[in-house]
């Protein structure tokens, strides 16, 4: 059975690769300068903003950001998982992508997956060969013709028909006992029991799951088909079934429609939440090609991390009755932690008896898509108008309610530009400061974290904490351990995406060198700990200079930990180039950990050079004189946050501080005097 991809065969690949090759066969690049430029592939744009640098084997849109080595250009533009982009970055150059052997209890699991994803697809194809073949499709064809659906439509999302009977699939796919457990096993068949509730070994005692219904192959992020939703063509109940949970298939982790989605825009810029599958295929049907839907399940954390991995900006577009405002509201819950500054949420409640199907049919594409830009309410408004129903925000009783209700909801808003706003928009409405706000908020979590330890003992306080977003998804891949490879940092679970938040730039503390001019004044620049990371990914030999990690492995900062590990990595692999650097990330942490670092790499503060009268280029700044300002700035925020601790230490019972302690404090003290 394959295993894992060895890391050195990855860097070697890199550093064979010509990123330039492999991006002009797919999209005209023209020379500028020493790099190559062309217009974004990933977004529209009239005039280049896409930079690809031979030198550093590194491409960057100034645009829309996308950025990345070789492997990276072919899982976006191909649209490619990580390990098919290096299979197929290795075909092209005629090499051959080695595995390494899998540990006993891996292999097996691995097995077990891959004959379920085989498995699965074989099921696809029955299904769709019987809505073209079976004696009963013409029940299914008429039903979906009357729904307004094409041929073409049906086959981009593989519908198919389950026919009436306990046994089609069964005798189909499952000729043994073992193959029936299989079809148990991937949720497609169901085993008959006894009487006396035991139930029955063979083959014989199966069931197909699915029986006489429209069949919808539900696709993971790299196109396999995990397990299946059927909607009822007669009386029966329910009338919408889902696979249940299989080891290949988790519903709260999967939308349908997201590959579809994915296969039908180059970029996706928004996505569009509805309810069912034939609300996706009917605007799908007329040309809205990036609607998903939840399976069976409220949309929760995971639904939302995994749409804003595709898209900024999310519209959930549900029915206007009972039900529809309150998977809204579940929604907007959930949406909370997940708002970081940049992302986009809005929320379009249809008249009570429509859906996305029926009032597509009704005004068309063209129209429904005017609705959704004229109509759906931004998060902020939604939020608010929902909370105040029934509220006199005239009366103070009313504004304390609505305080009541919505601080707590605020506070799981992520640092942020986005939580300011939100907050300032509460004490418009309330009248309250933010200092009383907060107030409102710590009594409200605790009374609501008391009753709930009250009720149930082991209860944790509902209290979101900013400090360490959620966990990303695992990729696709389990791609080699730490142990495995001998050179790895710890796993990075907790990066913040790349902002631009810059602070305000202060005069070097260092004296410029002839090498490094100095730097207009009130230029900006990256905080120091980003600066230290996007120091160290384009000059790798600075990590040597750093004797001892410990103090920002244990930091609280996430960037600074962040540091550490690349630190590790590259005293491990000082030969790691930036190219190399992102294809090993990108490996072991993932493409959103990757993303952060590429984003950093191409930051015009560490990337800037001026042009000399010979025709050779140089930096714009001196990289060590650089590195050692930013760890100066850093001792220096920590010393002061020392001497703080300090004085409050003093201030509360002065006794208590050494003579050492004593010393230190009056030495700055003196200073700031």
Not at 397 to 413: E, T
Request: glycine fraction near 8%.
């Amino acid at each position: 059975m394959a295993g894992k991809i060895p890391q050195y065969f990855i860097d070697d690949l890199l550093a064979r690769a010509d990123i330039v090759e492999t991006i002009d066969s797919r999209v005209k690049l023209r020379k500028t300068g020493k790099n190559y430029s062309a217009c974004c592939p990933f977004h529209d744009e009239k005039t280049p903003s896409f930079s690809v640098s031979p030198d550093k084997q590194f491409y960057y849109c100034f645009g829309c950001g996308a950025s990345g080595n070789a492997i990276g250009f072919l899982m976006e533009y191909d649209r490619l998982p990580f390990p098919e982009a290096v299979e197929k970055l290795a075909a092209g150059m005629g090499l051959e992508v080695p595995r390494e052997q899998l540990a006993p209890g891996q292999e097996k699991r691995q097995r077990e997956s891959q004959s379920l994803y085989q498995l699965t697809e074989k099921a696809v194809d029955f299904y769709r060969q019987q809505l073209s073949s079976h004696p009963s499709a013409g029940r299914a064809v008429a039903y979906l013709r009357q729904r307004g659906l094409s041929g073409e439509i049906a086959r981009d999302f593989a519908i198919g028909l389950a026919p009436p009977g306990w046994d089609n699939l069964l005798n189909a796919l499952a000729d043994t006992a073992e193959k029936a457990d299989q079809l148990e096993l991937a949720g497609l068949a169901i085993r008959r029991q006894d009487s006396d509730g035991q139930t029955k070994p063979g083959r014989r005692h199966h069931y197909d799951r699915f029986r006489d219904r429209i069949m919808f192959p539900i696709r993971d992020q790299r196109g396999r088909a995990i397990a299946f939703g059927g909607r009822v063509l007669g009386d029966e109940k329910p009338k919408y079934l889902n696979s249940p949970e299989t080891p290949i298939f988790h519903k709260s982790r999967e939308l349908y429609g997201l590959w579809e989605a994915r296969q039908a825009n180059r970029e996706l810029k928004r996505l569009i939440v509805v309810e069912g599958y034939m609300d996706v295929v009917a605007l799908a049907q007329h040309g809205i090609r990036c609607a998903v839907a939840t399976l069976g399940t409220a949309c929760g954390e995971e639904h939302i991390q995994l749409a804003f991995r595709h898209a900024a900006e999310i519209v959930f577009c549900f029915d206007g009755d009972k039900a529809g405002r309150s998977a809204a509201h579940r929604a907007l819950e959930a949406a909370l932690p997940q708002m970081q500054d940049g992302r986009s949420l809005r929320f379009l409640l249809l008249p009570e008896g429509e859906d996305p199907d029926t009032l597509v049919r009704q005004v068309g594409g063209e129209r429904f898509e005017q609705l959704l830009d004229e109509q759906a309410r931004p998060l902020e408004d939604f939020l608010f108008d929902l909370l105040g129903e029934g509220i006199n925000l005239q009366t103070m009783d009313g504004r304390a309610r609505l305080s009541k209700l919505a601080g707590p909801l605020l506070d799981q808003l992520p640092d942020g530009v986005y939580r300011q706003l939100m907050f300032q928009q509460l004490a418009a409405r309330t009248g309250l400061d933010r200092a009383t706000l907060e107030e409102v908020i710590s009594a409200e979590l605790a009374r609501s974290a008391k009753a709930r330890m009250q009720g149930q003992p082991h209860a944790q306080p509902p209290t979101a904490d900013r400090s360490s977003p959620p966990p990303r998804e695992a990729e696709a891949q389990s791609w080699p351990s730490p142990a495995e490879t001998g050179a790895a940092p710890p796993p990075m679970e907790d990066i913040p995406p790349a902002d631009d938040s810059y602070g305000q730039m202060r005069e070097p503390a260092y004296p410029q060198t002839g090498a490094a001019p100095a730097r207009p004044r009130g230029q900006y620049r990256l905080p120091a700990e980003r600066m230290l990371i996007a120091l160290l990914l384009h000059h790798p030999q600075l990590a040597q200079q750093i004797e001892t990690l410990d103090r920002f492995r244990n930091n609280s900062h996430p960037d600074l930990r962040l540091f550490a590990a690349l630190v590790e990595l590259l005293q491990q692999r000082p030969d790691y180039n930036l190219n190399q650097l992102l294809g090993y990330w990108r490996a072991h942490h993932g493409a959103d950990s990757c993303d952060v670092l590429a984003q950093l790499a191409a930051s015009q503060l560490v990337t800037g050079a001026r042009q000399l009268a010979q025709g050779d280029t140089q930096l714009e700044y001196d990289p060590q004189a650089e590195f050692h300002d930013c760890l100066q700035r850093l001792e220096r925020t920590e010393q002061k946050a020392r001497n703080r601790g300090l004085l409050e230490q003093l201030k509360s019972s002065g006794s208590q501080l050494s003579p050492e302690q004593r010393a230190l404090l009056a030495n700055w003290q003196r200073k700031r005097e």
